[in-house]
């Protein structure tokens, strides 16, 4: 920047030399048979030939309209603090007095900013007239640079120094001042969605023990956006009348309360839905007649997901009947408690795409977005497309906001422009969590989704607990040859103890690589391929069952997994509503030590929000066999207990062997049903009292032990749970009401983190 700014100078040097040289030369024009005469004085460092480039309207004959234009014009450039014109025997006085023209700036007090990035900020304004206008955009501008960093408070004083040559040496004094910080967020007038829910929509956070690391500087940017989400998912809600304001409360010491004032409106149903179809195509109309014919929508709650999916279906119609080019408009009127439906459906012309037009990225590459597209360039386009391209584009995740427009060049040729607000896609995440059952657990992860702005994942994480310690890393690529499916590949190790249990502990090394896409809506089918390098070390011989002894030492195996989710769950720690569904399969090769197995488990888990209680049933499914009829390690195996029977120890239930060391069931059966009822209602530390009934059975083994019974088992219990400030807590004691004497139980589990 110091170069260009050197180089500059003297550029401008020279060009003052210049100036003076033509300083009193006149320019002479012919326009009608009448000459016009300019006389151009007191320009210095403004090249005549840029003033003359303005003079593109030439009159018919000398007139006051030709001065008040060249006034205008010359005012417009903003290189001239005053310009006098006078108009004498067809000759035109033109006697300007130049701003100064800025030849270096020089940068006092900026930390968080270095004198780089500020040079470039002065580059991309074109910061090099001193004038009123250019001084408040800079500021302006660094104000809201400041800003998207926590720093509000900050103040900027210029001074300069003028030369005879009328170019100046700007001297910038900036103050930064203490980063904002959150207090805390505030919800107000919201009656019927949690503040949890409403928490988890917005960017904008408040730091806790859980989360140490959450930048908490209060941006006003990302509060107005914090709005615009929040709107939207009211929206989504069926609550189209939805109004949400914030204001701010400032504090002496650098911080500052977020209150978002909600009036929430009605919830709105689906009433009629109506279409026209102005295309006179009998067989389409008869197709949309019978298709709503049933309205599988009436009375259901209204939100924009539902006009868009009949939008859709719609859409698929018409192209399934072989018409390609068509138009498709959608009116809401709202009545009452209804929202009716209109759909208007008219022919079109083909209209083709000229450019896509990408800006916005500066961090994404281009073809990152494109990839998401359904057209390029050349290809005829569907003005309803426009919001599925939308939808794509946003469902990457790097983007807070996506705007498509499209600008008509002609009667069938448009350019698309798409214009994106980047998201930050890099997280450093740090916890810990506590239970009875694991103790401490620290977690501690890197996670970039945008690796380079290449839409690559690379995750880095160490989870490790008094019983297990695990060191991960993975990455990703969403699109594996140019098509809708993630590549993923990692290297990860992992120590498991489970002397207090079995006798025995185990070190894993696992390469593996896998494979996995959404094939519908929150629908996904993955598969991994795993080479797995194990070493068991036996802990105590008078205890390790016979199994344990006899595949100590280092074994190779390959795993295949196989696994379909459906997950629609609005929350991983503290779900309120939602379902969640897995089946998995996982097929273990034999190797020299150890003997292979194939695994079947289907999970299913479904939370539902009764005015602000909470009800859930959780369940799980499973079988483990052998693939040559032998024995199978016991942490591969099935066992029950912990959070899955409360009232019961982790590995609490199930076959033992003669020296009471657990040996795991090859086949599994538990359910978990759940009540929480709200007792205080606090917007950020609701509390729940708990009730539950847990009922299960683990049984089958290969070896012959001598503790098995396979009975079922069941306990129910209470509990106090709640979101505090340092993260979800649970507090559950636990009864057995069918239990064996060789059982060990656990009445009382506290739960820090994962609650669930």
Do not use: C
């Amino acid at each position: 920047m110091k170069i260009l700014k050197n180089i500059f100078s003297l550029i401008i040097n020279i060009k003052i030399y210049i100036s003076l040289f033509l300083f009193a030369l006149t320019f002479q024009v012919s326009a009608n048979e009448n000459d016009f005469e300019f006389n151009i004085s007191g320009n210095i460092n403004t090249d005549r030939e840029v003033i003359f480039t303005i003079i593109d309207k030439i009159p018919d004959s000398h007139n006051e309209e030709f001065s008040n234009y060249l006034l205008d014009e010359l005012n417009n450039t903003g290189l001239f603090q005053d310009i006098n014109i006078r108009l004498e025997n067809n000759k035109y006085f033109i006697d300007v007095v130049e701003y100064p023209v800025i030849q270096k700036i020089y940068f006092d007090g900026n930390e968080r900013l270095k004198d780089e990035e500020l040079d470039q900020i002065v580059d991309e304004l074109s910061f090099n007239i001193y004038n009123e206008d250019s001084i408040k955009n800079f500021i302006s501008e660094l104000n809201i640079i400041y800003s998207s960093f926590g720093y509000n408070d900050v103040k900027i004083d210029l001074s300069k120094d003028i030369n005879e040559q009328n170019l100046a040496t700007i001297y910038v004094d900036i103050t930064e001042n203490k980063i904002t910080k959150i207090k805390a967020i505030k919800f107000t007038g919201n009656k019927n969605i949690n503040s949890f829910d409403l928490n988890e929509i917005i960017k904008s956070k408040v730091k806790k023990l859980t989360n140490i690391f959450a930048n908490n500087n209060f941006k006003p940017i990302q509060v107005d956006t914090d709005r615009q989400r929040l709107l939207k998912f009211y929206r989504e809600k069926g609550y189209a009348d939805i109004k949400v304001n914030y204001n701010i409360e400032f504090f002496d010491n650098n911080s500052v309360i977020i209150y978002f004032n909600i009036n929430e409106g009605i919830s709105y149903e689906v009433g009629e839905i109506i279409f026209e179809n102005n295309m006179q195509d009998e067989d389409i109309n008869s197709f949309l007649e019978s298709y709503f014919d049933t309205n599988i929508f009436e009375d259901s709650i209204y939100n924009t997901s539902i006009a868009e999916s009949i939008e859709k279906d719609i859409s698929d119609i018409i192209k399934n009947s072989g018409i390609q080019f068509f138009e498709i408009k959608k009116r809401i009127k709202l009545n009452n408690n209804k929202a009716d439906l209109l759909f208007e459906i008219n022919s079109s012309k083909p209209i083709y795409v000229n450019n896509i037009n990408i800006n916005g990225n500066t961090r994404t590459q281009d073809y990152v977005i494109r990839r998401e597209l359904d057209i390029s360039e050349g290809d005829a386009f569907l003005v309803n497309d426009v919001n599925s391209l939308r939808k794509k584009i946003n469902s990457t995740g790097f983007f807070e906001e996506v705007q498509i427009t499209q600008k008509q060049l002609g009667e069938n040729l448009v350019n698309i422009d798409i214009s994106v607000k980047e998201n930050q896609t890099g997280t450093f995440t740090a916890g810990a969590s506590f239970g009875t059952l694991d103790g401490i657990t620290l977690v501690t992860g890197l996670n970039e989704a945008n690796f380079f702005g290449t839409g690559r994942k690379v995750e880095f994480l160490i989870n490790s607990s008094e019983n297990n310690s695990e060191y991960k890393f993975n990455t990703s690529n969403k699109f594996f040859l140019n098509k809708d499916i993630s590549l993923s590949y990692g290297i990860s190790f992992k120590e498991s103890d489970f002397s207090k249990s079995s006798s025995y502990e185990i070190d894993k090394y696992t390469f593996s690589s896998g494979l996995s896409y959404e094939f519908q809506e929150n629908l996904y089918h993955s598969v991994t391929l795993s080479y797995e390098l194990d070493n068991i070390y036996v802990t105590d011989t008078s205890t390790a069952s016979d199994t344990i002894k006899d595949v100590e030492g280092g074994s190779v195996k390959f795993v295949l997994e196989n696994g379909i989710t459906y997950n629609t769950l609005n929350s991983i720690y503290f779900p309120r509503n939602g379902n969640y569904l897995r089946f998995s399969n996982v097929i273990e090769t034999p190797s020299s030590s150890k003997n292979g197995y194939i695994k079947n488990t289907i999970t299913y888990k479904k939370f539902k929000e009764f005015n602000k209680d909470i009800a859930s049933f959780q369940t799980m499914i499973g079988n483990i066999f052998s693939l040559n009829d032998s024995d199978i390690l016991p942490n591969d195996k099935y066992s029950l207990g912990g959070r899955w029977l409360r009232g019961f120890d982790n590995y609490g239930v199930g076959p033992r062997d003669s020296r009471t060391s657990y040996i795991g069931g090859n086949n599994i059966i538990a359910t978990k049903i759940d009540y929480s009822k709200l007792l205080f209602k606090n917007d950020d530390n609701p509390i729940y009292f708990n009730i539950f009934n847990d009922i299960g059975l683990v049984w089958d083994n290969k070896t012959t032990p001598i503790q098995s019974d396979e009975s079922i088992r069941s306990s129910a219990g209470f509990g106090i749970k709640f979101y505090s400030f340092i993260g979800p807590i649970a507090f559950t004691w636990g009864f057995p009401i069918q239990d064996e004497s060789y059982d060990i139980k656990r009445m009382f589990t506290f739960s820090l983190g994962n609650i669930n």
